[in-house]
Every structure is written in structure tokens, then in C-alpha cells.
């Protein structure tokens, strides 16, 4: 079973909000992804662990991380700052 939104019926599942439970794992941006990506990560947690594990890293050292949301979504820095400025953010 899926833990994305449905579209049965034209449903969009968009919601405004963040699922900061959802798992997440960061990456080094130079570690070339592909088959074995999982077992490249760095660390592994919720997202709102991850985003407040990179967000208080030095900005040199948190330019060469990302981190992959599950759905396979990546977030690079900008977009890991941005969530950690949140009003919601629970870190």
C-alpha cells in the first residue's frame, strides 16, 4: 500500500500542510544515486529530523547534502532552509 494521496475520483490530495513524519534520508550530492542510493545515505529519520540536522550544519558543509524525501522527492539546501523557517516546523 502506497502512503501517497489517492486520485480516486479526481481527488488531488494537495494539502498545504507537511507530513514532517514522512521518512527521509540525506545524501551527499556527489554520491551519484543510482541502485544502491539507499545504502549511500548518511542519515536516516523523519523529515523534520533531517531538516533539522542539515538546517543547523555549516552552510559549507550543508551545500553538498541533499535530502530524498520518500517519493523520491530532493530537496537541496535552499529548499531545506526554507522549510526549516517554517512557522510549523517542529524542530
Do not use: C, N, Y
Amino acid at each position: 500500500m502506497t502512503d501517497h494521496p489517492s486520485t480516486f475520483q479526481g481527488e488531488s490530495g494537495a494539502s498545504d500542510g507537511i507530513d514532517w513524519d514522512d521518512h527521509a534520508t540525506v545524501h551527499s550530492v556527489s554520491d551519484g544515486q543510482g541502485v544502491l542510493d539507499p545504502l549511500k545515505s548518511l542519515h536516516r529519520g523523519t523529515l523534520a529530523e533531517m531538516v533539522a540536522l542539515v538546517s543547523r550544519m555549516p552552510a559549507e558543509e550543508r551545500a553538498g547534502l541533499a535530502i530524498q524525501k520518500a517519493g523520491d522527492h530532493l530537496l537541496g539546501p535552499a529548499e531545506i532552509m526554507a522549510l526549516a523557517a517554517r512557522d510549523d516546523f517542529p524542530g
